[in-house]
T-cell receptor, first 110, second 115 residues
Framework: RKEVEQDPGPFNVPEGATVAFNCTYSNSASQSFFWYRQDCRKEPKLLMSVYSSGNEDGRFTAQLNRASQYISLLIRDSKLSDSATYLCAVNNAGGFKTIFGAGTRLFVKA | EAGVAQSPRYKIIEKRQSVAFWCNPISGHATLYWYQQILGQGPKLLIQFQNNGVVDDSQLPKDRFSAERLKGVDSTLKIQPAKLEDSAVYLC?????????????FGSGTQLSVL
């Protein structure tokens, strides 16, 4: 079983739609959780950290469910510019190394 | 603030040849990471440095890959000899301290094609 798993998609949605991605992790001792965005042929960039209480940044909402070991990302009112790959990342205890999922591809259509 | 610098941007080599990549992290960042990202996959950690010491190299194929960060600043990653399956983007990242809540700052990466 992979340490971090994501549905690769692709998700094809129209502008204005709401879309949600899930990510599961296997290490129950994981301490920190993140969503990164990666545009085609570019490096990953942090979209948002994920906190136990859930957090929101504009149209983006991230949630963490420790009991079920998954995190989610909700994008409301999708824009064309949201088209990208969304990488789930988990930082494990001990070595502090960040493990990435394979990413979920999103295409937003006009 | 200058970001993470990597070079070269692209490299094409034949199998069994050697190649080296260079990375200069953000000034003052103690922790440096090398990730390998194969097309369609997420970044995979190869090695993590804290200053000039190795913290984790458990997924580095040590029979052909080596990395160093001698002065605790810039770093080189070498592959010798390269195989076809090494074709990937090699991403360097840095963080100030290497703590669990720190976000990674990535360089633009080096795209390696092994023919």
């Amino acid at each position: 079983r992979k340490e971090v798993e994501q549905d690769p998609g692709p998700f094809n949605v129209p502008e204005g739609a709401t879309v949600a991605f899930n990510c599961t992790y296997s290490n129950s001792a994981s301490q920190s959780f993140f969503w990164y965005r990666q545009d085609c042929r570019k490096e990953p960039k942090l979209l948002m950290s994920v906190y136990s209480s859930g957090n929101e940044d504009g149209r983006f909402t991230a949630q963490l469910n420790r009991a079920s070991q998954y995190i989610s990302l909700l994008i409301r009112d999708s824009k064309l510019s949201d088209s990208a790959t969304y990488l789930c990342a988990v930082n494990n205890a001990g070595g502090f190394k960040t493990i990435f999922g394979a990413g979920t591809r999103l295409f937003v259509k006009a | 603030e200058a970001g993470v610098a990597q070079s070269p941007r692209y490299k094409i080599i034949e199998k069994r040849q050697s190649v080296a990549f260079w990375c200069n992290p953000i000034s003052g960042h103690a922790t440096l990471y090398w990730y390998q990202q194969i097309l369609g996959q997420g970044p995979k950690l190869l090695i993590q440095f804290q200053n000039n010491g190795v913290v984790d190299d458990s997924q580095l194929p040590k029979d052909r890959f080596s990395a160093e960060r001698l002065k605790g600043v810039d770093s080189t990653l070498k592959i010798q000899p390269a195989k076809l399956e090494d074709s990937a983007v090699y991403l360097c990242a840095s963080t100030p301290l290497g703590g669990t809540n720190e976000k990674l700052f990535f360089g633009s990466g080096t795209q390696l094609s092994v023919l």
